[in-house]
């Protein structure tokens, strides 16, 4: 009975052991990916033409830091490949609903700029007047 209960303990851990060496090494990944990300966002800021990449460069680089997080500070690089598919397919419908949403605000960019364009714009209020004294 002592063996099975040894042998119960094995498989119900907290935590997979993570050496030291392996988590600062992610995180100065993540430190590096983070000084990346406001770099490219300065650099496209600067540089009207880039403007259309910004928020694609930014979420791919979010996407990676993420993945970093889950496999390595949440331990699921050591877990059971069913809680590897359930992760995967849960990050693959966020990914495609926001592929949707995307495509779905791009279709209606144009009727948007128009609509802006008819408008006249709206005179700034008057200032006020200085009140008299009585």
């Known amino acids: 009975m002592s063996s099975t209960a040894?042998?119960?303990d094995e498989e119900h851990g907290l935590a997979h052991a993570m050496p030291v060496r392996a988590l600062l090494?992610?995180?100065t990944i993540l430190v590096v990916l983070t000084?990346?990300?406001v770099s490219i966002s300065n650099f496209i800021r600067a540089h009207e033409q880039f403007h259309a990449w910004g928020v694609p460069i930014a979420m791919f680089i979010a996407t990676i830091k993420a993945?970093?997080?889950v496999l390595y500070f949440m331990h699921l690089r050591y877990d059971k490949s069913l809680n590897n598919l359930i992760?995967?397919?849960c990050f693959a419908f966020v990914f495609l609903f926001m592929i949707f949403t995307l495509v779905d605000s791009l279709?209606?960019?144009t009727d948007i700029e128009n609509y802006a364009a008819?408008?006249?714009e709206t005179?700034?209020?008057?200032?006020a007047a200085p009140a008299k004294a009585p």
């Open 67 to 69: 993945i970093l997080v």
């Open 25 to 27: 090494t992610v995180f």
């Open 118 to 120: 008819v408008q006249p």
């Open 35 to 37: 000084v990346l990300t």
């Open 6 to 8: 040894a042998h119960h």
């Open 107 to 109: 279709q209606y960019q």
């Open 123 to 127: 005179p700034a209020p008057a200032a």
């Open 87 to 89: 992760f995967f397919f």
